[in-house]
């Protein structure tokens, strides 16, 4: 079993930053991608950034130049870094990661229960 605990939600100003974490626990032998999306009220989830094991990041129109994503592969942990908050980033933040339990199992996909991030204008 695996599972995913997200931190460093909360209240911000505009213009300030937050960093929210998200670590794995449990039968996560091997970690092919992480990712963070958002949902805001009455929108669809979208993807906010993504990293590979390789190292190569993606991140959405919205949030590149302001936001980084880095991962700690010892600590299974995926962190987003979040500078310049607008209003607009105010949703609840999910991370998701894509691996293996095993040697041979399929890739299964996980995903937190979400960090409310709130961006006060």
């Known amino acids: 079993q695996v599972q995913l605990v997200e931190s460093g939600g909360g209240l911000v100003q505009a213009g300030g930053s937050l960093r929210l974490s998200c670590a794995a626990s449990?039968?996560?032998?091997?970690?092919?991608?992480m990712g963070w999306y958002r949902q805001a009220p009455g929108k669809q989830r979208e993807l906010v950034a993504d990293?590979?094991?390789?190292?190569?990041?993606n991140y959405g129109d919205s949030v590149k130049g302001r936001f980084t994503i880095s991962r700690d592969n010892a600590k299974n942990t995926v962190y987003l870094q979040m500078n310049s908050l607008k209003p607009e980033d105010t949703a609840v933040y999910y991370c998701?990661?894509?691996?293996?339990?095993?040697?041979?199992?399929?890739?299964?996909?996980?995903w937190g229960r979400g960090t409310q991030v709130t961006v006060s204008s």
């Open positions: 449990g039968s996560t032998f091997s970690i092919i991608y």
């Open positions: 998701n990661f894509n691996l293996r339990t095993g040697t041979m199992r399929p890739v299964d996909v996980y």
């Open positions: 990293i590979t094991r390789g190292g190569s990041t």
